[in-house]
């Protein structure tokens, strides 16, 4: 293996909390707050919080230490994306940084149509606080209810030209953020929006459990109902394990990313338990506090597997509202929600697009501005699909937001712990830390986390792919083409940068000579 130590100072964290809520604000997303009450209310409450949580020990939290273990390592040979970190794995052969180049593109591509939700959020919190949402029907019919808002989010979405400003504060916002770098931008953010985001968490708790004399209790007391009738159906494990995969944001790099600026005597597996507590405190206890029970006090309980399956989209932008604005001063709890989601979409944001900034400053040697520049550029270019074009925000979910993210996480397990080695990736596991975890965690990695992975590959994707890849309406086709054009594009940069690194290498050797 050829390690090269970067000549150029990569930047650090400025302190362990700042780490962790970054690394968490990675992780806490609108999956936490809006996709995991839906998931456990239609799947039976206790019969998927069962294989939630065995599937968060046997693969969401190997899978996160995989990440951080491997983000340090490769952060001590001026590594972070996953084109270097692959190329450090195989002597910085070609065919390992195009490979790689897939752990680049995977969120890149899902903050395309990401950041455009994310300026939904935005939009609709300035809608709620200057009072432009719709006036709510007072009705028990859930449906009657959510009629103003479903035309009001169609509309707003259609797109509309508001909407469109929106995206272009968004992107600004985010820009301007990574613009000042890992400490001074997204460190600074996450200590100020995790902190908003558990507080505001907990008011928007509060508000819906107390709703109609504390009816929303009831709604809790649905999701966490000890109801096992269905833990023998195969369909559950797969939700709740697909649940665990997604709301963790395994597989994408981005926390290799984000570890790979740690100091090189960081306690990773402390950081890694952290980081996963919080995000599981945001979507355990804050996210399966706020809608089902708001919509519970609000509807009763006749209608709430219906509601469960309407999907994220229409339970945070049309149902919620149509709930929230319905309770006194409902304009401002409906603000509170929406910023509430801008700032967990916020912080998810940042963390998917410094990938290919450090692809960029790390292999392509260039300086910060040009990075984030020609970074930005690009997730404009898609999010302006995503915009403009139907059907081409669930055509990147389902392969850049599904298929390339499962099998990359594969991909991940195979390299970092077969290739690398069990006793290799042990002795990194338990550098410098204060928690030493035996070694059969490693063989849990190892051959257990596959075999989830394996099964929600299977039924998400395998099953149906001949269904899936024979739809050829015209705008799929054009995602499809897209995507394969940023693959080339980035699989162009592997080969490029390559060059750059090993004129590096032998420069260190005549230095040494």
């Given at each position: 293996m050829i390690i090269i130590n970067n000549m150029a100072k990569r930047e650090k964290w400025q302190s362990r909390i700042g780490l962790?809520?970054?690394?968490?604000?990675?992780?806490?997303?609108?999956?936490?707050?809006?996709?995991?009450?839906?998931?456990?209310?239609?799947?039976?409450?206790?019969?998927?919080?069962?294989?939630?949580?065995?599937?968060?020990?046997?693969?969401?939290?190997?899978?996160?230490?995989?990440?951080?273990?491997?983000?340090?390592?490769?952060?001590?040979?001026?590594?972070?994306?996953?084109?270097?970190?692959?190329?450090?794995?195989?002597n910085h052969s070609s065919w390992a940084r195009i490979l790689g180049s897939i752990g680049v593109a995977i969120p890149v591509l899902i903050c395309m149509y990401y950041i455009y939700i994310e300026s939904w959020t935005l939009g609709f919190a300035f809608m709620s606080l200057f009072k432009q949402m719709p006036v709510p029907i007072k009705t028990a019919n859930p449906q009657e209810a959510v009629k103003p808002y479903v035309e009001f989010f169609r509309t707003y979405t259609n797109p509309s030209m508001i909407a469109y400003i929106f995206l272009l504060i968004t992107i600004a916002i985010n820009w301007f953020i990574l613009q000042k770098g890992v400490a001074k931008g997204i460190e600074i953010t996450a200590k100020i929006g995790m902190p908003a985001i558990i507080i505001f968490g907990i008011l928007l708790g509060i508000i819906s459990l107390s709703a109609r004399d504390w009816a929303g209790l009831e709604g809790l007391k649905f999701i966490y109902n000890l109801n096992f009738s269905g833990i023998k159906d195969p369909t559950v494990w797969i939700e709740a394990s697909g649940q665990i995969f997604f709301t963790l944001s395994l597989g994408m790099g981005a926390i290799a990313v984000y570890a790979s600026y740690?100091?090189?005597?960081?306690?990773?597996?402390?950081?890694?338990?952290?980081?996963?507590?919080?995000?599981?405190?945001?979507?355990v206890i804050i996210g399966a506090s706020i809608a089902i029970p708001a919509a519970?006090?609000?509807?009763?309980?006749?209608?709430?597997?219906?509601?469960?399956?309407?999907?994220?989209?229409?339970?945070?932008?049309?149902?919620?509202?149509?709930?929230?604005?319905?309770?006194?001063?409902?304009?401002?709890?409906?603000?509170i929600w929406f910023l509430l989601l801008f700032l967990a979409a916020l912080t998810s944001s940042l963390a998917l697009i410094q990938p290919?900034?450090?692809?960029?400053?790390?292999?392509?040697?260039?300086?910060?501005?040009?990075?984030?520049?020609?970074?930005?550029?690009?997730?404009?270019?898609?999010?302006?699909?995503?915009?403009?074009?139907?059907?081409?925000?669930?055509?990147l979910d389902f392969w850049a937001g599904c298929v390339m993210l499962l099998i990359f996480g594969l991909i991940e397990i195979i390299v970092f712990i077969w290739i690398f080695g069990i006793n290799n990736f042990y002795n990194e596991l338990i550098q410098n830390t204060s928690i030493k975890l035996p070694r059969a965690f490693v063989y849990v990695i190892a051959f257990i986390s596959p075999v989830f992975l394996s099964f929600i590959l299977y039924f998400w994707v395998i099953k149906d792919f001949g269904n899936l890849i024979t739809a050829g309406e015209s705008t799929k086709i054009i995602a499809r083409l897209f995507i394969l054009a940023f693959l080339a594009f980035l699989s162009f940069i592997a080969v490029k940068s390559r060059k750059i690194i090993l004129r590096d290498l032998r420069y260190t050797k005549i230095i040494k000579q």
């Open positions: 962790i809520l970054a690394t968490a604000g990675n992780a806490v997303g609108l999956g936490n707050i809006l996709r995991f009450p839906s998931k456990a209310a239609l799947y039976g409450g206790g019969a998927f919080m069962l294989p939630y949580f065995i599937a968060f020990l046997l693969m969401g939290l190997p899978l996160m230490i995989i990440e951080w273990v491997i983000g340090r390592y490769a952060g001590k040979h001026g590594h972070g994306s996953m084109t270097g970190i692959l190329g450090l794995f195989f740690v100091k090189p005597k960081e306690d990773v597996v402390k950081a890694g338990f952290w980081t996963a507590g919080i995000n599981e405190f945001v979507e519970f006090a609000m509807f009763s309980a006749v209608a709430i597997p219906e509601l469960a399956k309407e999907g994220t989209f229409r339970l945070g932008f049309m149902t919620m509202p149509a709930v929230l604005m319905n309770l006194p001063l409902g304009w401002i709890a409906s603000f290919i900034i450090a692809l960029f400053e790390d292999e392509m040697k260039w300086e910060h501005t040009k990075a984030v520049s020609v970074s930005m550029i690009l997730v404009i270019t898609g999010a302006h699909f995503s915009a403009f074009m139907p059907n081409f925000i669930d055509e």
